[in-house]
């Protein structure tokens, strides 16, 4: 239970970052080199809004394992449809870093979905 609670800590924390960015845009600078004033601006403070649900659902399966299989998926979706759209990308060299957290998260989901599913 520790442990997995632990998984889905580290999972939370990969999805705060880009969520801070709904309530300080100018981080959208420093993580994407988007300056402000852009319509591009919006579209990451939603993306931002979603990334709070990702963060949201990690904490509340971190202290309700009854919905570690719904948080599982949500992470998942996130975590994979962005891996493999940098790689079909290019990949774009100023979205390596968020590439790498992605990357650092997945022996978390891995084990978390693997306790959700299989042996559950």
């Known amino acids: 239970m520790l442990a997995e609670r632990i998984c889905w800590i580290v999972l939370a924390l990969i999805h705060v970052t880009p969520a801070a960015t709904l309530f300080a845009p100018s981080l959208l600078s420093r993580h994407y080199g988007i300056d402000g004033g852009s319509d591009i601006v919006l579209l990451l403070q939603h993306r931002g809004a979603l990334f ?69």
């Open 52 to 120: 709070g649900v990702v963060a949201v659902a990690c904490i509340w399966a971190a202290f309700a394992p009854g919905v570690s299989k719904l948080a599982v998926a949500i992470a998942a979706v996130s975590m994979l449809s962005f891996l493999g759209l940098y790689l079909t990308a290019g990949p774009p060299h100023a979205l390596r870093g968020i590439a790498i957290a992605d990357l650092i998260g997945l022996p978390f989901l891995l084990y978390l979905g693997w306790r959700a599913f299989i042996a559950a």
